[in-house]
């Protein structure tokens, strides 16, 4: 195949079987509000938020205004040494939001690179401080912290790890919170699996407090397939954390902007880390852009007092992007008065009711679900991990609806601008698709 008689071929796609994609393509090329439009001109509604992040639905007039206007007025503006006003007011926008003391915001590109840069400052941190010898970082089994060298290390999914070496040495890693034989279709927080979080203290006692920089968690793990925190857990990670000077970073990328009815999963379920990365919703995916909240007291430690001169060694090309920081402002002001994360909320009890009903239907071993975010675990096939899933996805997307599959689980996490009737659409097809595919 030559490029001019293969037009797909050139595109590497990420995080897709190639092969198979390109011997039966599905392509999108357009969307509005709730839906999709497939390259054969059919609806397809949203059930996924894009991949988490169209959080106020799809080409908002206000937000696809912002960015032409600013296109025109600013293309660019190097973020080394020289601002631009729109970044600064998306940062003051951002920390608004932000749990009280975590007002200092540090922009990237995407979620990956957010981690990437949460894990650096919580090293430099260490070290401006005089804890130098603090160099491990913590994640845990299970955790999608993007694709980096930094995020896939402290990431807990073999499958993003095998392939690429080594990865960042000093890394250890808490045990997951899955445990279908004690939490089968919990609403909301599990009860069982508190305790999980005692398991930081053997890490701790293993490692020696003073090697230990940071532990990096998703407050509610979405990637591997939406596992809400067991009540008391965060709780604990963040008792466990205090008492051994050790900073505790969220990844909200896909927690923040609404998704758990707050702007962050920090507010939502009460424990305030030290750091919160965050992408997707930022911006409504518009315009690619990721940031990091970090709390006074670890800004105050690299950035005041130190020697003249740059105080962090670290930034991007288009941290703060000015169509970047245009998109976030227009998307903050249209959750601010929509009452999206309010609206998320209210919804979430319909939600819940709505994906429970899934349970008993043909494959379902588990439902798990919170704000307006929700899994749906089937079976497996024997022998074929993810085959009954994957058809799921594809049946339901050839019949007008997106969802994402993850190994065997459903994910769900549509716009928190869709409507109860939308709501039934999608959880009333998935029902008859699951039927449908052995
Ligand atoms: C919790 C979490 N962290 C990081 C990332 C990586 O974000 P990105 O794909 O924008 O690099 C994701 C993406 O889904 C995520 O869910």
């Given at each position: 195949?030559?490029?001019?008689?293969?037009?797909?071929?050139?595109?590497?796609?990420?995080?897709?079987?190639?092969?198979?994609?390109?011997?039966?393509?599905?392509?999108?090329?357009?969307?509005?509000?709730?839906?999709?439009?497939?390259?054969?001109?059919?609806?397809?509604?949203?059930?996924?938020?894009?991949?988490?992040?169209?959080?106020?639905?799809?080409?908002?007039?206000?937000?696809?205004?912002?960015?032409?206007?600013?296109?025109?007025?600013?293309?660019?503006?190097?973020?080394?040494?020289?601002?631009?006003?729109?970044?600064?007011?998306?940062?003051?926008?951002?920390?608004?939001?932000?749990?009280?003391?975590?007002?200092?915001?540090?922009?990237?590109?995407?979620?990956?690179?957010?981690?990437?840069?949460?894990?650096?400052?919580?090293?430099?941190?260490?070290?401006?401080?005089?804890?130098?010898?603090?160099?491990?970082?913590?994640?845990?089994?299970?955790?999608?912290?993007?694709?980096?060298?930094?995020?896939?290390?402290?990431?807990?999914?073999?499958?993003?790890?095998?392939?690429?070496?080594?990865?960042?040495?000093?890394?250890?890693?808490?045990?997951?919170?899955?445990?279908?034989?004690?939490?089968?279709?919990?609403?909301?927080?599990?009860?069982?699996?508190?305790?999980?979080?005692?398991?930081?203290?053997?890490?701790?006692?293993?490692?020696?407090?003073?090697?230990?920089?940071?532990?990096?968690?998703?407050?509610?793990?979405?990637?591997?397939?939406?596992?809400?925190?067991?009540?008391?857990?965060?709780?604990?990670?963040?008792?466990?954390?205090?008492?051994?000077?050790?900073?505790?970073?969220?990844?909200?990328?896909?927690?923040?902007?609404?998704?758990?009815?707050?702007?962050?999963?920090?507010?939502?379920?009460?424990?305030?880390?030290?750091?919160?990365?965050?992408?997707?919703?930022?911006?409504?995916?518009?315009?690619?852009?990721?940031?990091?909240?970090?709390?006074?007291?670890?800004?105050?430690?690299?950035?005041?007092?130190?020697?003249?001169?740059?105080?962090?060694?670290?930034?991007?090309?288009?941290?703060?992007?000015?169509?970047?920081?245009?998109?976030?402002?227009?998307?903050?002001?249209?959750?601010?008065?929509?009452?999206?994360?309010?609206?998320?909320?209210?919804?979430?009890?319909?939600?819940?009711?709505?994906?429970?009903?899934?349970?008993?239907?043909?494959?379902?071993?588990?439902?798990?679900?919170?704000?307006?975010?929700?899994?749906?675990?089937?079976?497996?096939?024997?022998?074929?991990?993810?085959?009954?899933?994957?058809?799921?996805?594809?049946?339901?997307?050839?019949?007008?609806?997106?969802?994402?599959?993850?190994g065997d689980i459903i994910a769900l996490s549509p716009p928190l601008i869709l409507e109860?009737?939308?709501?039934?659409?999608?959880?009333?097809?998935?029902?008859?698709?699951?039927?449908?595919?052995?």
């Open positions: 195949m030559t490029l001019a008689n293969d037009p797909l071929a050139a595109f590497w796609m990420p995080f897709t079987a190639n092969r198979a994609f390109k011997a039966h393509p599905r392509q999108l090329i357009a969307a509005k509000d709730m839906h999709y439009t497939s390259d054969d001109g059919r609806k397809i509604l949203d059930g996924t938020a894009g991949l988490w992040a169209v959080n106020a639905g799809h080409c908002r007039a206000s937000i696809v205004e912002a960015i032409q206007k600013t296109a025109a007025e600013l293309d660019y503006a190097p973020p080394f040494q020289l601002g631009h006003p729109l970044a600064f007011e998306l940062a003051s926008r951002v920390a608004a939001l932000m749990p009280e003391g975590l007002d200092r915001i540090f922009f990237t590109n995407s979620g990956s690179e957010s981690v990437d840069t949460a894990l650096k400052i919580a090293l430099a941190y260490q070290r401006a401080i005089g804890q130098g010898t603090r160099t491990r970082l913590i994640g845990r089994e299970r955790g999608y912290n993007g694709v980096g060298f930094g995020g896939i290390s402290v990431g807990g999914i073999v499958n993003n790890r095998r392939q690429f070496g080594t990865l960042l040495t000093g890394v250890d890693h808490l045990p997951h919170t899955h445990d279908i034989a004690h939490n089968a279709f919990s609403r909301g927080q599990p009860a069982w699996g508190g305790h999980l979080a005692d398991n930081l203290e053997a890490i701790v006692a293993l490692h020696g407090p003073e090697t230990i920089a940071a532990v990096i968690v998703e407050p509610l793990a979405g990637s591997t397939g939406v596992l809400p925190p067991p009540a008391g857990y965060l709780q604990k990670l963040r008792e466990i954390t205090t008492k051994h000077s050790i900073l505790l970073i969220f990844d909200e990328v896909i927690t923040g902007f609404g998704r758990l009815g707050g702007a962050t999963a920090a507010e939502v379920l009460g424990v305030t880390p030290d750091l919160i990365t965050m992408a997707k919703g930022l911006t409504n995916a518009a315009v690619p852009m990721g940031a990091v909240a970090v709390s006074r007291h670890v800004h105050d430690g690299i950035v005041e007092g130190g020697p003249d001169g740059i105080e962090l060694f670290h930034g991007y090309t288009y941290s703060g992007h000015p169509l970047a920081a245009a998109a976030g402002i227009a998307t903050l002001d249209i959750y601010k008065s929509e009452g999206l994360f309010e609206r998320a909320a209210a919804l979430s009890g319909y939600w819940e009711d709505a994906v429970h009903s899934l349970k008993g239907k043909r494959h379902v071993i588990d439902i798990r679900n919170m704000g307006l975010v929700a899994g749906i675990e089937l079976e497996p096939r024997a022998g074929a991990i993810g085959k009954r899933a994957m058809e799921v996805f594809h049946t339901c997307f050839d019949t007008g609806l997106l969802i994402r599959v993850t109860k009737a939308h709501i039934d659409e999608m959880i009333g097809r998935i029902g008859d698709v699951l039927e449908m595919v052995d």
